[in-house]
Structure formats: C-alpha cells, structure tokens
C-alpha cells in the first residue's frame, strides 16, 4: 500500500497559524472575533452589510431559543 504524501504549501500553514493566533486571542468566541472584524472594517469606512436571507437567519437565531421554544 502506498503511504500517502504529505503535502505543505506555505500559505496555508499561515493562513492556520493566524487563525490559530486570534482564536486564542479572542479565547475562540466566534462571536467577539466578528464583532471585532466588524468594528474594524467600519473605522477603515467600509461598507458592512449582509444579504437579506443572512439577516432573515439571523433574525430568527434571536427568537428561537436553545431548546427551540420561541421566546
């Protein structure tokens, strides 16, 4: 049987090494990392916005509950 070959490329061992920084650094909170993000890219004068069916999702996140009850 054929081992394998292991494959490396560069980009994407810092792409992993910098996800692996601010997930520490934001004690992997999804959340705070976005909220961050988000503060970020408005001080810099970007547009944020999302599609209206991510906002219909996450507007239906907030009413449903954990156990699924709505509030």
Not at 8 to 22: D, G, Q, S
């Amino acid at each position: 049987m054929n081992a394998p070959l292991i494959w490396r490329n560069p980009v994407i061992a810092e792409i992993h090494a910098i996800r692996a920084e601010l997930a520490k650094e934001y004690a992997d909170d999804l959340a705070a990392y976005s909220n961050a993000a988000v503060a970020h890219c408005q001080q810099l004068n970007f547009q944020v916005g999302t599609a209206p069916e991510t906002q219909q999702s996450f507007n239906q996140r907030d009413v449903v509950g954990a156990s699924g009850d709505t509030a």
